[in-house]
């Protein structure tokens, strides 16, 4: 039977919806105590958010700034560490290369930090003396919080941040990258999930792999074989099919074909997953909108190292205005803010074939979506491409002379290969922690269930593998 592309079988124990990293994670799991499931994705390749894809023979890494949450190997209690135990996957094939340093720039302040907590604490000690006393004790209250509980209450940030520090630029530039890489809610957190992002990013710290992306999706879907689990490309989900109450499988966009399992796991996201399942009600417009957050992003290939022009930061997350504004934006794309990730400057053992500076802007998924392709939405998309690149080039120091190509995507790639409703990068902005859908035997995994990034995503999988489903056995 093709592991990839072949025929399926009529019934299964489990079947996973997506094959991004919480899927692929879910199924690992499943099929390690012998239940059989199969993965089915809709697209031609694995990863979802984090993919990967080939223009003018060159890799581009789509969604991969930063694999977060990075614990040297044999690190104790640490999620990557978990994760690996979880999956039985040693540390050493991730082969994954540490950061060198990053930044938050904000007016007048730069707060650097690396993958030792002790520099971003330092810096904040410098930068704002009144509130270093009030950082550690944040810093307590976070490492005390069990970020990682299904069922944990639902709190906003700001205020929480707000108890523990007074100083108001200093909570901005905590959130900036935290929001960037996690937040589905405007101008804010859930604390539960400002928590998880700050243990990823400044506890814990960024690597990349030795390969991008694919070397990850390659290492899941060989280990998703060797335990006897199975995927299927260009296999989309139509309807998921329950009766009384009970999930009993799938409807595929291909031919109609039924494929029958007691347990649907669906990591397409929680409205997308009541858009496929009649049997779930509509969630609330108040309570639970869709997510209204998308990005575009443009990846410059250059003739040069960045660290030849200067470019000698890994990621540098900025805001150039008094306030830090995180919500859609009104135009195409928001400039006030952004993302800049050089992956060249992460400790590769083998150097990248060509410089590369990627930059990622706030955008608007309505504007974006009402233009007609391929015109006027390629030369939109251009004219947005050299307004990020002349902000970056303002911020860093110029780099376009040396650009020898260069792709960008918009929030309508976004929606094409996720599936996510408004392009919404990281899904609604209410969570289902706890996985339940009201549908027995239909759980949710993945963004929707509120784990975050590469490694949450991959845990969440794993979470609710094991919670619901392999301990019902």
Request: proline share 5%.
């Amino acid at each position: 039977m093709g592991f990839d592309y072949g025929p399926l079988e009529a019934r299964y124990d489990a079947i996973v919806i997506g094959a991004g990293m919480a899927g692929l994670a879910a199924a690992i799991r499943l099929a390690m105590f012998d239940v059989k499931v199969v993965v089915l994705e809709k697209h031609y390749m694995p990863g979802g958010l984090n993919s990967y894809y080939h223009r003018a023979k060159r890799p581009f890494d789509v969604g991969l700034h930063a694999m977060t949450n990075y614990a040297p190997k044999g690190a104790k209690r640490m999620p990557l560490t978990k994760l690996l135990r979880q999956l039985r996957i040693p540390h050493d094939a991730l082969q994954l290369a540490e950061q060198g340093h990053s930044e938050v720039r904000f007016p007048g302040v730069t707060l650097p930090f690396t993958n030792d907590f002790q520099v971003l604490r330092g810096a904040i000690a410098e930068a704002f003396p009144d509130q270093a006393d009030r950082f550690d004790g944040l810093v307590a209250a976070i490492e005390a919080f069990d970020n990682l509980s299904l069922d944990r209450e639902q709190l906003p940030a700001r205020p929480v941040l707000a108890q523990h520090l007074s100083d108001p630029l200093l909570i901005d530039m905590l959130l900036c990258p935290l929001m960037y890489y996690g937040s589905a809610v405007e101008d804010d957190m859930e604390f539960g999930q400002f928590v998880t992002m700050f243990k990823s990013i400044f506890l814990e710290g960024f690597a990349r792999p030795e390969g991008g992306v694919r070397t990850l999706t390659d290492l899941l879907k060989a280990r998703l074989k060797e335990v006897g689990g199975e995927v299927r490309f260009k296999r989309g989900v139509k309807r998921i099919l329950s009766k009384d109450g009970k999930v009993f499988g799938v409807e595929l966009e291909k031919d109609d074909q039924v494929i029958e399992a007691p347990v649907v796991i669906s990591t397409a996201g929680h409205h997308e997953t009541v858009g496929l399942c009649e049997a779930l009600p509509q969630p609330s417009p108040e309570t639970n909108p869709v997510g209204q957050l998308s990005f575009m992003e443009s990846i410059h290939c250059l003739d040069c190292e960045p660290k030849a022009l200067g470019l000698d930061q890994t990621i540098v997350f900025f805001n150039d205005s008094e306030r830090f504004h995180y919500r859609a934006a009104e135009d195409y794309a928001d400039l006030r803010s952004g993302v800049i990730c050089m992956p060249n400057n992460y400790r590769h053992q083998t150097p990248l074939e060509e410089g590369l500076v990627r930059i990622t802007s706030i955008a608007n998924f309505a504007k974006w979506a009402a233009l007609e392709k391929p015109e006027p939405y390629g030369e939109v998309k251009e004219r947005w491409r050299a307004a990020q690149a002349e902000v970056a080039a303002k911020l860093l120091g110029e780099f376009r002379e040396h650009v020898v190509y260069h792709d960008t995507f918009t929030p309508t790639t976004i929606l094409h290969f996720t599936g996510h409703q408004n392009g919404a990068i990281y899904g609604a902005p209410t969570k289902l922690t706890d996985g339940l859908t009201g549908v027995d035997g239909l759980f949710l995994a993945g963004t929707d269930q509120g784990f975050l990034g590469i490694v949450g995503a991959m845990l969440s999988g794993i979470s609710i593998a094991n919670a619901r489903v392999l301990t019902a056995r």
